[in-house]
């Protein structure tokens, strides 16, 4: 019962709730993964949110991608709308066509974010969070803290599922590889956060998080 394809980490997984909370000096966006089907609900969600920002004149936001594989680039890219203060591509041009419409520079969201970021990240980051966190690191957007992601700006996938003849092994491999609009990162590196911080045994037992503290 424990043993899971791929897949079915993304299934079980998949719309889970992102969250939002006000502070007294700060306000916290959670989003836990890149996949929602309901993109309307999403969309306006953000909008919301980001509106209610600028109406409570908050100036630090906390974005906490933690446990964050990826998913989409449609929720992803949107969530980079509010984030920027000029038009920016997000995908590199050596990407594969159906990419295309993110190529070319993004327009800010009209609610943009002109305050602090602060990005929490950890070892989940992957696929379409990673992404996210190479293109903010490229152009300086938010302060990282956290651990290592385990992605960077490229990676490989459009998989596909097969299974072996002989032994009957299920095999999912990748067949194209996305990248996106930075340069100077190193291949095969995760993105790593301005402050580092390490759990401790204490941390979880006594249920601190010492990252969002």
């Known amino acids: ?4 394809t791929s897949m ?3 299934h079980d997984t998949a719309e889970t709730p992102w969250s939002t909370s006000f502070k007294e000096d700060y306000a916290v966006l959670k989003i836990p993964v890149f996949i929602y089907r309901d993109q309307k609900h999403y969309s306006e969600s953000l ?16 974005l906490d991608l933690r ?39 993004i327009e800010p969201a009209a609610e943009v974010f002109g305050g602090k970021i602060v990005v929490l ?14 293109v903010l690191r490229y152009h300086g957007i938010g302060t990282f803290v956290g651990s290592t992601s385990s992605g960077g700006f490229m990676c490989s996938d459009a998989s596909r599922n097969a299974v072996l003849h002989n ?18 990162q190193e ?7 301005d402050i580092s911080i390490d759990w401790t045994i204490e941390d979880y037992i006594n249920g601190n998080d010492p990252v969002l503290s």
């Open 8 to 10: 079915g980490v993304v």
């Open 121 to 134: 990240m950890d070892e989940a980051a992957f696929s379409m969070n990673s992404f996210l966190l190479s």
């Open 187 to 193: 291949m095969g590196i995760g993105i790593e956060p």
């Open 167 to 184: 032994t009957g092994l299920r095999l999912r491999y990748s067949t194209d590889v996305f990248k996106t609009a930075v340069e100077g």
């Open 47 to 62: 909008k919301a949110f980001f509106s209610e920002l600028s109406i409570k004149q908050t100036d630090v936001l906390v």
């Open 67 to 105: 446990g964050n594989y990826g998913g989409s680039p449609g929720p992803t890219v949107e969530l980079f709308t509010y984030l920027i203060n000029k038009p920016l591509p997000f995908f590199a041009e050596d990407n594969p066509f159906y990419l295309g419409k993110w190529k070319k520079p």
């Open 1 to 4: 019962s424990l043993a899971k």
